[in-house]
């Protein structure tokens, strides 16, 4: 790993990857700085190439990411609570709508805060115990009513805000974060 300081956009990883075939530009928020991935045997010189190509889409990510919190940073989580917590709130989740589901685990994710497989096995991040309350119970629902509407369809916000008329809000509210 390389790091460089690009004149408009600040901080550039430079990452060369064996096994890799493509190029790929990221912005790590917990960083605050664009991330470019590329092949082993691609030149250095292409892979800033590349980045430059993207430049108007890496100033507004930076503009955006300016104002939004990263919740790793906002302190340390006890994973056997969090995971204690959040299957709680599941279940009253549950007891409440007649929603189901089969497992809830917890990863340490980058760009989600939770998934919900075909197996109806939800999966949710770490950092969701650094948000606030009403941001997780969002989440937990939004990832239940996913065993029932896999997508977000109209039929799967029909369902989010049956259960809470607020979910919209809630949805614009947790953009604020990155995990
Ligand atoms: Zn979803």
């Known amino acids: ?30 960083e605050g700085r664009f991330t470019i991935s590329y092949p ?5 010189k292409i892979a800033i190439q ?18 939004r919190i990263v919740a790793r940073n906002l302190g340390s989580i006890n994973r056997t609570y969090a995971l ?6 599941a279940d009253e989740i549950c007891t ?14 980058k760009s989600i805060w939770g998934s919900c497989s075909v197996e ?3 999966c949710l991040n770490l950092y969701l115990a650094n948000l606030p309350s009403k941001l997780q119970y969002y989440v937990v629902l939004h990832e239940l009513c996913h ?14 805000t049956k ?5 919209i809000i809630l949805d614009k509210e947790l953009r604020k974060f990155v995990p």
Not at 163 to 167: G, K, R
């Open 50 to 67: 590349f980045a430059n190509s993207r430049i108007d889409w890496m100033r507004k990510t930076k503009s955006k990411s300016s104002n």
């Open 84 to 89: 204690e917590k959040f299957k709680n709130l």
């Open 96 to 109: 409440t709508t007649g929603l189901n589901y089969k497992e809830i685990k917890i990863r340490k994710m």
């Open 40 to 44: 082993y045997n691609c030149p250095i």
């Open 163 to 167: 259960y809470w008329e607020d979910a």
């Open 1 to 30: 790993m390389k790091i460089i300081y690009h004149p408009e956009i600040g901080e550039l990883e430079l990452n060369r990857k064996k096994g890799r075939k493509n190029i790929s530009l990221q912005y790590k928020y917990a």
């Open 120 to 122: 109806n096995k939800i």
């Open 147 to 160: 065993t029932v509407e896999k997508n977000h369809s109209k039929n799967f916000w029909n369902l989010v």
